[in-house]
C-alpha cells in the first residue's frame, strides 16, 4: 500500500517550458513533505521542502505547491533546462514516527 | 564538504555470501535511514536509527536482513545470506530532528 504515488513514471518537457510533477498522498499524519532531484549512480539530493502549514514554497526555478484538502503536492520547474532531466521523487515525513516515505519517482527529461 | 560516505561502491557477489554495507552519517546527525532503491517500489526504506536506537525495521527481510549502528560515525546493513532478489542500489541517508535527509551515493549489490 503505497502513502506516496506518483502516478506518471516518466514526463518529457520542451527546453524553456513549464515542468509539472505530481505526487499524492494518502496519510494524513504528515507535515513535511520534500522533493529530491537523482541523477544516473548518484544518490537523491534535496531540491525544495514544504510544511504543512503553508500552500506554496518558492525557490528559484523550483516552486512546490501544496493542497491539504486534496492529499495532493506538485513541483513546477520554470523555465525548464536540459540539465534538470533527472529522476524526481516525492517525499513525506510523518509527524508521529519522523519516518520518510519516498514515492516512486517521476522521469523527466527536458529536451532540447 | 560534509557529505554520507558508503563502502562499497560497488559489489558483486554470489548467492549464499554474506555482504556488508557501511555508511558514515554526517557529522551531527541524529537519524540515519537505510533505503533500497527498486525499479517498482523507487526508495523503500529498511531501517531507520535515531541517536543509534533502532527505530522503525519493518521493512527489512528479518530472517536476513541485519542493521546495526556500533557507534554514531558507523552505520551497517548485513545480508546473510544473501540471494539475487537482493540485487539492488541501497542507500543510506542522515539527518537531523528537523529538515531534511541527505543521501550518501549508494551501494550497488548484485548478487549472482
Known amino acids: 500500500d503505497q502513502q506516496v504515488k506518483q502516478n506518471s513514471p516518466s514526463l518529457s518537457v520542451q527546453e524553456g517550458r513549464i515542468s509539472i510533477l505530481n505526487c499524492d498522498y494518502t496519510?494524513?499524519?504528515?507535515?513535511?513533505f520534500l522533493w529530491y532531484k537523482k541523477y544516473p549512480a548518484e544518490g537523491p539530493t534535496f531540491l525544495i521542502s514544504i510544511s504543512s502549514i503553508k500552500d506554496k514554497n518558492e525557490d528559484g526555478r523550483f516552486t512546490v505547491f501544496l493542497n491539504k484538502s486534496a492529499k495532493h503536492l506538485s513541483l513546477h520547474i520554470v523555465p525548464s533546462q536540459p540539465g534538470d532531466s533527472a529522476v524526481y521523487f516525492c517525499a513525506a515525513r510523518d509527524n508521529y514516527g519522523q519516518n520518510f516515505v519516498f514515492g516512486p519517482g517521476t522521469r523527466l527529461s527536458v529536451l532540447p | 564538504d560534509a557529505r554520507v560516505t558508503q563502502t562499497p561502491r560497488d559489489k558483486v557477489t554470489e548467492m549464499g555470501q554474506e555482504v556488508t554495507m557501511r555508511c558514515q552519517p554526517i557529522l551531527g546527525h541524529n537519524t540515519v535511514f537505510w533505503y533500497r532503491q527498486t525499479m517498482m517500489q523507487g526508495l523503500e526504506l529498511l531501517a531507520y536509527?535515531?541517536?543509534?536506537?533502532?527505530?522503525?525495521d519493518s521493512g527489512m527481510p528479518k530472517d536476513r536482513f541485519s542493521a546495526e549502528m556500533p557507534d554514531a560515525t558507523l552505520a551497517t546493513l548485513k545480508i546473510q545470506p544473501s540471494e539475487p532478489r537482493d540485487s539492488a542500489v541501497y542507500f543510506c541517508?542522515?539527518?537531523?530532528?528537523?529538515?531534511?535527509?541527505?543521501f550518501g551515493e549508494g551501494s550497488r549489490l548484485t548478487v549472482l
Open positions: 541517508a542522515s539527518g537531523r530532528e528537523i529538515g531534511e535527509l541527505f
Open positions: 496519510n494524513s499524519m504528515f507535515d513535511y
Open positions: 536509527f535515531r541517536n543509534r536506537a533502532p527505530l522503525d
